[in-house]
Antibody, heavy 120, light 108 residues
Framework: QVQLVESGGGVVQPGRSLRLSCAASGFTFSTSAMYWVRQAPGKGLEWVAFIPYDGTNRYYADSVKGRFTISRENSQNTLFLQMNSLRAEDTAVYYC?????????????WGRGTTVTVSS | EIVLTQSPATLSLSPGERATLSCRASQSVRNYLAWYQQKPGQAPRLLIYDASNRATGIPPRFSGSGSGTDFTLTISSLEPEDFAVYYCQQRYNWPPLTFGEGTKVEIK
């Protein structure tokens, strides 16, 4: 079945780095645009980053620009989020999601999320 | 940045009642608006895309309407599994993609 499974979350000190992964299965990952979306504890949804199917023209929320990098390895059906210079306000559940259309649209498949906690 | 304002913040209703949720955009998003449902401890689920189209597998009691700046999600008769938080999201003017703050539909 169509599935996204995130991994790589954990507890990290402020200023450190973490790399999240999202393994895709059940659909053609190499033709799918993808997102990272996060949700701070008790808060709403926040779009973090977008990457098209071929990895070009990536976009980021201002809150993470210059610190986070979205990437993908189509041969491995995997999406990544490299998070550097982490701050307390980056604490959240991080979801990967598939774009419904293959361009910027809405998100029709979601993973269950991985929790990132930034704390000293 | 387009700001989406959802109202009410909380809606207290009984099973079988009709739920009407609002999402207002700070500027026109044409019909490029989606609705998601999120239950505690779960990922969001796409309900409606392009303002009025139900996503795959979504029951017909869920309907969306509106265009421009004012949108509505209607649940015609609440089932027990419909008590959740609902978010709207626009894709017309990006980046950034933006979400509303959510409406919680709770059991009265």
């Amino acid at each position: 079945q169509v599935q996204l499974v995130e991994s790589g979350g954990g507890v990290v000190q402020p200023g450190r780095s973490l790399r999240l992964s999202c393994a895709a299965s059940g659909f053609t990952f190499s033709t799918s645009a993808m997102y990272w979306v996060r949700q701070a504890p008790g808060k709403g949804l926040e779009w973090v980053a977008f990457i098209p199917y071929d990895g070009t023209n990536r976009y980021y929320a201002d809150s993470v620009k210059g610190r986070f990098t979205i990437s993908r390895e189509n041969s491995q059906n995997t999406l990544f989020l490299q998070m550097n210079s982490l701050r307390a306000e980056d604490t959240a559940v991080y979801y990967c999601a598939r774009d419904r259309l293959g361009v910027v649209a809405d998100m029709d498949v979601w993973g269950r999320g991985t929790t990132v906690t930034v704390s000293s | 940045e387009i700001v989406l304002t959802q109202s009410p913040a909380t809606l207290s209703l009984s099973p079988g009642e009709r739920a009407t949720l609002s999402c207002r955009a700070s500027q026109s998003v044409r019909n490029y608006l989606a609705w998601y449902q999120q239950k505690p401890g779960q990922a969001p689920r796409l309900l409606i895309y392009d303002a009025s189209n139900r996503a795959t597998g979504i029951p017909p009691r869920f309907s969306g309407s509106g265009s421009g700046t004012d949108f509505t999600l209607t649940i015609s008769s609440l089932e027990p599994e419909d008590f959740a938080v609902y978010y709207c999201q626009q894709r017309y003017n990006w980046p950034p993609l933006t979400f509303g703050e959510g409406t919680k539909v709770e059991i009265k």
